[in-house]
């Protein structure tokens, strides 16, 4: 299962690309499919090299991640684990569908790097916060803000997060706070998976245009769905 946004740390997988061959190797296959799209360099990011940019950056970590989970998944199948199947969810997609076979190196470099790059465009207008309730309740406590928020992932039972307005957000989390409703701000400054979105929507569709997937090698489950992708 390959994760989205926020599981980074600076100096992550360092010490494995210094310790192991495979890891440091798939790794700099990522580092140089990501070259045409970056403008950094991927081991320099990792190593948190002086003048290098940082992990608080989306179009730093949402690269540099899709390489870490790339690089771990030939990892553990170097050492023989073969998934029966693979997921993701928000841009972990992208890299559970690179593990799959389904998108080649250059074309999941490609699609992470300018989906990472258009969501600047969104930058200061949005935010997010989990809250420690399930969806639907979740959807019916946000309903008097009609269109400034959305429900944005459900990341397990009791774990559900909201993106829009920032100050629809807070309002949100005061809320839950004098409801006794824990909640936790997600450092970003743009609201994703949500209706803001669609703003960059033909932008995105422009930047990928010519990417060709294929069939999958190791079935994929959508996090859209929860039905198998075949792939193309």
């Known amino acids: ?16 690309a210094a310790a192991c061959p495979v890891f440091a190797a798939r790794l700099a296959e990522c580092g140089a499919a990501l070259a045409p799209y970056v403008g950094w360099d991927l081991e320099q990011v990792l190593a948190g090299a002086p003048g290098a940019p940082g992990l608080d950056r989306a179009e730093v970590v949402q690269p540099v991640l899709w390489a870490v989970m790339v690089s771990l998944a030939a990892t553990w199948q170097a050492a023989g684990v073969t998934p029966d199947a693979v997921a993701g969810h928000s841009q972990g997609e992208i890299a559970a569908a690179t593990v799959a ?23 200061g207008r949005g935010a997010m916060v989990s809250v420690a309730e399930p969806a639907a309740v979740v959807r019916e406590r946000i309903g008097r803000w009609g269109v400034r928020l959305a429900v944005a992932a459900v990341n397990g039972p009791a774990a559900t997060v909201v993106s829009g307005e920032p100050g629809a957000v807070a309002e949100l989390a005061v809320a839950c706070a004098a409801a006794g409703v824990r909640t936790r701000a997600v450092p970003v400054d743009y609201a994703s998976h949500g209706p803001q979105v669609e703003q960059i929507r033909e932008e ?7 990417i060709t997937p294929g069939p999958a090698r190791i079935p994929m489950i959508s996090a859209m769905t929860g039905r198998w992708l075949d792939g193309p």
Not at 1 to 10: K, N
Not at 204 to 210: D, H, T, Y
Request: aromatic share 2%; charged share 15%; glycine share 16%.
């Open 1 to 16: 299962v390959s994760p989205g946004q926020g599981g980074q740390w600076a100096g992550m997988g360092a010490e494995l």
């Open 101 to 123: 076979g389904i998108l080649s190196l250059d074309d999941a470099a490609r699609i992470v790097a300018l989906r990472s790059k258009a969501l600047l465009a969104l930058a």
């Open 204 to 210: 995105i569709v422009a930047a990928l245009a010519g």
